[in-house]
């Protein structure tokens, strides 16, 4: 299924991503942070398939881990004492908790950004803030790029010293560390080669200079002004329903929610379909494509 989200307007994706990673981090309602979750690992298996899923395995799964079992041992607070550590210090139930509740935050805000930075191109970062702030657009668009391209030249580094028989995984201690040194030296290389490379290229297009024109292919259509306006309502509604403690909870000095009601019905479910809109989109489009195909 393709992406029809990430055809939207990048004023419509930029702020659907800063509304959501917003409300998953300021919302300490369990429930809420457990429809972040899954809806963030949905649209993040949706745009990268099989490496979400990994990347979940490998690296988020055993960070989740360590953080449910580091906070209990730093975090003393609360009420409920269900036993003593061996240096004396309390083993609370609301510090256990609070452990499972800040490991998938931590998980929920990587899988968001993994989302954003897929969707979220240079190009789109570039148009957005390039007029208000030519060399922070530049440089934020270069960081949330940093992390992959740097990822993706290591690993052809890595394959080409094997192929010349510099294995890092084969030989002794030492000859595994020269190795590594060789392959770093030539990372180094190849960065500042690259920044050089940007910065000519960037100075010869006159990026940052008074009154500099921009080509563009986004415009902002009908389809972007209703899915802009249904988040932006979405999101309204969720604030003031928020100011109106409808999804109150809290973990010390004991874990406490407010009382179900109809407002805490509909911000759960103003807040999964507000999480759930790059899907629900693709779904759509999806759907009319596949009738239209049937219509021919």
């Not at 609070?98 to 930075?117: D, I, K, M, Q, R």
Request: glycine share 4%.
């Amino acid at each position: 299924m393709k992406d029809s989200f990430s055809r939207l307007h990048p004023v419509v994706c930029f702020f659907f991503y800063l509304f959501v990673i917003l409300f998953s981090m300021l919302e300490n309602n369990p429930f809420c942070l457990s429809i972040s979750l899954v809806c963030a690992f949905v649209n993040a298996v949706a745009l990268n398939g099989k490496k979400t899923i990994v990347f979940t395995v490998k690296y988020l799964i055993p960070t989740m881990l360590m953080v449910i079992i580091i906070n209990p041992l730093f975090n003393h607070s609360g009420v409920t004492i269900l036993a003593y550590l061996p240096w004396g210090n309390p083993l609370t139930l609301e510090s256990v908790l609070y452990g499972f509740f800040a490991a998938a935050l931590l998980c929920t805000v990587v899988l968001w950004f993994s989302s954003f930075n897929k969707v979220m191109t240079t190009d789109k970062l570039v148009y957005l803030f390039g007029r208000l702030s030519p060399s922070l657009s530049l440089l934020f668009s270069m960081s949330l790029r940093l992390v992959p391209k740097l990822s993706a030249q290591t690993k052809e580094v890595k394959e080409s010293q094997k192929a010349l028989g510099r294995d890092i995984s084969r030989g002794s201690v030492f000859q595994r560390l020269k190795t590594a040194a060789k392959i770093i030296s030539v990372m180094i290389s190849r960065m500042l080669e690259d920044s050089m490379e940007t910065a000519d290229s960037m100075k010869s297009r006159g990026y940052g200079l008074k009154g500099r024109t921009a080509f563009s292919l986004y415009t902002f259509r009908e389809r972007d002004f209703a899915v802009l306006s249904a988040v932006v309502i979405m999101s309204l509604s969720l604030i003031g329903l928020k100011l109106c403690h409808a999804v109150d909870f809290k973990f010390f000095p004991m874990v406490k929610g407010g009382a179900f009601s109809a407002e805490t019905a509909a911000c759960y479910i103003i807040y999964a379909l507000l999480m759930l809109l790059p899907v629900i989109i693709n779904v759509w489009e999806g759907i009319k494509w596949k009738r239209l195909q049937s219509a021919i």
